[in-house]
């Protein structure tokens, strides 16, 4: 049956938007970040990096280095010295315009106003979270992350093809940030899969690929961040000096109320999500830096799991059962809430 034209209509609306959205985060990225993109012209980081040698990526993130790679190969095809700058922000582009798409499509439960004030959202801010450095990989590894939660809930809860896709999206993810992978191995097993054999090989798997990119791929790479940060952190100064806290502050104090309200309802609904974001914190406070806000954004589609079972619990219903581990009954968290 052929899609109406009000419905064409709309998605065409909805793309055209996406498209400059993606146009402006892509191009704002790229001005904001000037000087690291000078330091990559002079001592080619990230060339040695797509060469498997010299310093090593943070956590060995290699994977969505090498699509910036593939987008700077298929510039290269038309103009032989298209510089590194073109190549990055061919890859933002699109990997903004598909996230945004992603984004638009899990906050379906919204209304449709919300899910795109999202998306201006993020795009307006996402140059905050890149403050303290650039990284022109960050968006590759979150359309990765979205793609595989988005993929879980367009498949059947329980049946081999969710299993199989749960497995090769997060083997994937491990390639594009292990610990992150790890994060949501345990989100998914603990909320989708019965039985301990299955749920120890899903958050097995991104160590194991961890371990081969240390020690194989990665073997005689340097790694150029100190091992441990803590004392940077607890002395406030990088928090401070990123705009964003600042911005964070007065949105959390503005919404206090209704803040902890969703929070309670929603921890209700799923307490692992809090318990993986509680330890992910810990685990930047000693290896990592709290004011880089780039490193909560795989987060968000997660969140978008949670908000979608708050909102499919009439709101904030606290009566919708759990089991004795404090997770929901295996499947039910990954059905669609009905869009309002």
Request: hydrophobic share 50%; aromatic share 18%; charged share 15%.
């Amino acid at each position: 049956m052929k899609q109406s034209t009000p419905i064409k209509a709309q998605r065409t609306y909805r793309w055209l938007i996406h498209l400059l959205l993606a146009v402006f985060l892509a191009n704002a990225t790229n001005k904001f970040f000037i000087g690291d993109l000078d330091y990559e012209r002079d001592h080619r980081f990230y060339e040695k990096i797509f060469a498997f040698e010299g310093e090593a990526p943070d956590q060995y993130r290699i994977l969505p280095l090498l699509g910036i790679k593939a987008v700077r190969t298929v510039l290269r095809l038309g103009m032989a010295d298209a510089p590194f700058n073109h190549a990055v922000l061919l890859f933002n582009f699109i990997c903004g315009f598909l996230l945004f798409e992603l984004f638009f499509y899990l906050l379906n439960h919204r209304p449709e106003r919300d899910r795109y004030l999202f998306n201006f959202g993020f795009a307006i801010l996402y140059i905050y979270t890149q403050y303290t450095g650039w990284r022109p990989d960050t968006l590759g590894l979150l359309i990765v992350g979205t793609a595989l939660i988005a993929g879980l809930f367009k498949l059947r809860p329980g049946t081999p093809s969710w299993t199989i896709f749960a497995t090769t999206g997060l083997l994937v993810l491990a390639f594009c940030r292990s610990d992150i992978a790890a994060i949501y191995a345990v989100f998914i097993a603990w909320t989708a899969i019965k039985g301990w054999p299955l749920r120890l090989a899903l958050i097995g798997l991104p160590f194991a690929v961890q371990a081969f990119l240390q020690f194989y791929l990665f073997a005689d790479a340097t790694y150029y961040t100190k091992p441990v940060m803590i004392w940077d952190n607890l002395g406030g100064y990088h928090l401070a000096k990123n705009p964003a806290t600042w911005l964070l502050a007065a949105f959390l104090l503005y919404n206090a109320k209704h803040l902890i309200h969703y929070i309670r309802a929603s921890y209700r609904q799923v307490p692992v999500f809090y318990w993986l974001l509680a330890f992910y914190l810990v685990l930047v406070l000693f290896v990592g830096r709290l004011n880089e806000y780039r490193l909560y954004l795989p987060f968000l589609p997660l969140w978008m799991v949670v908000d979608n079972q708050l909102l499919k619990t009439s709101k904030y219903d606290q009566t919708s059962p759990t089991t004795d581990s404090g997770s929901l009954p295996t499947g039910r968290l990954w059905n669609r809430a009905p869009n309002e």
